[in-house]
Antibody
Framework: DVQMVETGGGLVKPGGSLRLSCVAS????????MNWVRQAPGKGLEWVSS????????HYVDSVKGRFTISRDNAKNSVYLHMDSLTADDSGIYYC????????????WGQGTLVTVSS | IQLTQSPSTLSASVGDRVNITCRAS??????LAWYRQKPGKAPDLLIY???TLHSGVPSRISGSGSGTEFTLTISGLQPDDSAIYYC?????????FGPGTKVEIK
């Protein structure tokens, strides 16, 4: 079965940093683009970042450009999100999600990891 | 690309047919998907490429539209359909989601 497990969330002070990890299993990780999507408490979904299968292209939502960095290690079936200069607006559940192939969008999601930015 | 959804909330009875509309601020061609999210869970993909049913999704769920206007239709509403539904465009970066439509069962 396709599975993604996110870790690394927690409580961090404003201005702090955090690194999220997502370990994938059940599919050929090195052939899929991967994404991070977040959801603030009681709010809707916001796509945050994506990275192509060979790390050739990375994309970010404007609100995190210059602060967040997505990366991956295909040998470890893992994708990461390094987050700097965190603010309260960055609080929420962060989901790791796989981009499908042949026109299929985010088709498999992890259970999410909670990030809380508070003093 | 901004996505809007209407209605923001709808209440319907078991067996009803309901429609949710998603409008894009510019064309996304057919690169529009629909997700369902239940409380405390990750979203589930229902429809992609505007009208293609994802594997395992019942055929009473359907999608239509292209360009800037799309519709998700749920026929024969079931109690299990109570959830928040999001549209999602993946034609352009950054990818975006609509604000969601909450479906309640009377």
């Amino acid at each position: 079965d396709v599975q993604m497990v996110e870790t690394g969330g927690g409580l961090v002070k404003p201005g702090g940093s955090l690194r999220l990890s997502c370990v994938a299993s059940g599919f050929s990780f090195n052939t899929y683009s991967m994404n991070w999507v977040r959801q603030a408490p009681g709010k809707g979904l916001e796509w945050v970042s994506s990275i192509t299968s060979t790390s050739g292209y990375m994309h970010y939502v404007d609100s995190v450009k210059g602060r967040f960095t997505i990366s991956r290690d295909n040998a470890k079936n893992s994708v990461y999100l390094h987050m700097d200069s965190l603010t309260a607006d960055d609080s929420g559940i962060y989901y790791c999600a796989r981009s499908g192939v042949r026109g299929v969008p985010l088709d498999s999601w992890g259970q999410g990891t909670l990030v809380t930015v508070s003093s | 690309i901004q996505l809007t959804q209407s209605p923001s909330t709808l209440s319907a009875s078991v067996g009803d047919r309901v429609n949710i509309t998603c409008r894009a601020s510019q064309t996304v061609d057919i690169w529009l998907a629909w997700y369902r999210q239940k409380p405390g869970k990750a979203p589930d993909l229902l429809i992609y490429k505007a009208s293609t049913l994802h594997s395992g999704v019942p055929s009473r769920i359907s999608g239509s539209g292209s360009g800037t206007e799309f519709t998700l239709t749920i026929s024969g509403l079931q109690p299990d359909d109570s959830a928040i539904y999001y549209c999602h465009q993946y034609n352009n970066q950054p990818k975006t989601f609509g604000p969601g439509t909450k479906v309640e069962i009377k």
